[in-house]
């Protein structure tokens, strides 16, 4: 919320039970469709290089090869919850890209999120959750768009 702030940024914070976990139960909870709340993953690259975070709908899946072929790696894969956390310092359900930004890592936001105004994303803790304009998500964390995922 710093960051946001110090950029200018109008956004709405929205708090829910941290034992919500999914982007659905988030949707559900603060009557947002699914498909503009948004999950950030971690994924390794199998050449060891920096982690990247990828933020997708919480309607869809993460598609690896469309990933990669994206972003120039060779291969990538998901990192397992635990690595997650050992490599954020964040728990699973608030990882935000927003909260990594000192980390310099990659940051991809998938295509469909251009459809939106908004899209609510972490704020680096389970239940708290932001309601960011995507032109301004895009601009802060300096995201690429790209296409990541498939319908499931």
Do not use: C
């Not at 790696?73 to 997650?84: F, G, I, P, V």
């Not at 990659?106 to 899209?119: M, N, T």
Request: avoid cysteine; glycine fraction near 8%; charge should be positive.
């Amino acid at each position: 919320m710093r960051i946001l702030e110090a950029q200018g940024v109008a956004y709405t914070a929205l708090t829910f039970s941290p034992d919500v976990h999914s982007a659905e139960g988030v949707a559900e909870v603060v009557g947002a469709p699914v498909e503009q709340v948004y999950k950030t993953l971690v994924v390794e690259r199998a050449d060891g290089g920096k982690p990247l975070l990828v933020m997708l709908a919480g309607n869809r899946e993460l598609d690896l090869k469309k990933l990669a072929a994206a972003v120039g790696a060779k291969r990538l894969q998901m990192a397992a919850h635990k690595d997650a956390e050992r490599l954020t310092g964040l728990k699973v359900g608030g990882i935000s890209a927003l909260a990594l930004m000192h980390k310099r890592w990659p940051v991809y936001l998938d295509r469909p999120a251009l459809d939106y105004e908004w899209i609510l994303v972490s704020a680096g803790q389970r239940g708290v959750n932001l309601r960011v304009p995507v032109a301004d998500l895009i601009r802060v964390t300096g995201a690429e768009v790209v296409d990541a995922s498939r319908a499931p």
